[in-house]
């Protein structure tokens, strides 16, 4: 679905009363919404105006994600939300480091926040199943899958994974989250190397 056609269904803003804050035909919405005729450029800052979205919105087909971005957008100005603290997070992905993430005094925002997060997960997560055809290690993403419907909330899942994350430097070392898992990697690094992982 193309951005427009999505924000005005949520927005539940009706194709005429767009037209008329354009100051054009209902026709020109119907053409842009089908695909038949591009937003021209001059509309562009005024439908930023009116929802208050960045101008790619308007134009792309909106994968999940964009649709809950735009869901947050709406709500954000709908509840006019304000932080009431920043929560100090390490972020794993293009940045690896930690970062401040703003919790919002509206339980809405900080759902739909966490929901973004998960559908970028679950896209990162498919990627990485498609990285070829014939994945060689289908299995172990069974298992992961396995262990995350089952024991997800077990510390001992929490503590592996740190650790399996420190010793392939996918979190650099300096992000520790307590002294117990510190020592805990020391052990668990002591039986990779006993067996030359």
């Known amino acids: 679905m193309i ?6 269904n949520l927005y539940n803003m009706q194709h005429v009363e ?7 035909r209902k026709q020109n919405i119907n053409m842009w919404i089908k695909g038949k005729q591009n937003i ?7 439908l930023e105006e009116i929802f208050g979205l960045k101008k790619e919105y308007f ?14 957008e709406k709500l954000k100005r709908d509840l006019k939300p304000v932080i009431k603290k920043q929560e100090q997070q390490f972020m794993v992905g293009e940045i690896n480091d930690i970062v401040e993430v703003p919790i919002y005094d509206k339980e809405e925002i900080n ?3 966490r929901s973004i ?12 199943l498609d990285v070829v ?16 419907e089952k ?10 994974i740190e650790a399996l994350a420190h010793y392939f430097e996918v979190i650099p070392d300096w992000v520790a989250s307590s002294p117990e898992q510190d020592e805990f990697e020391e052990e668990i690094f002591e039986v990779f190397d006993d067996h030359n992982f």
């Open 3 to 8: 951005g427009l056609e999505y924000i005005l």
């Open 18 to 24: 767009l037209a008329e804050r354009l100051g054009i």
């Open 40 to 46: 021209p450029k001059k509309y562009i800052p005024i």
């Open 59 to 72: 134009t792309k087909e909106l994968d999940e994600i964009d649709k809950l971005e735009i869901q947050k």
């Open 111 to 113: 759902t739909i926040e």
């Open 117 to 128: 997060e998960k559908a970028k997960l679950v896209s990162r997560f498919k990627e990485t």
């Open 133 to 148: 055809d014939n994945n060689p290690y289908m299995d172990t993403y069974k298992l992961i899958i396995e262990l995350l």
């Open 151 to 160: 024991v997800q909330h077990e510390v001992i899942v929490h503590k592996t």
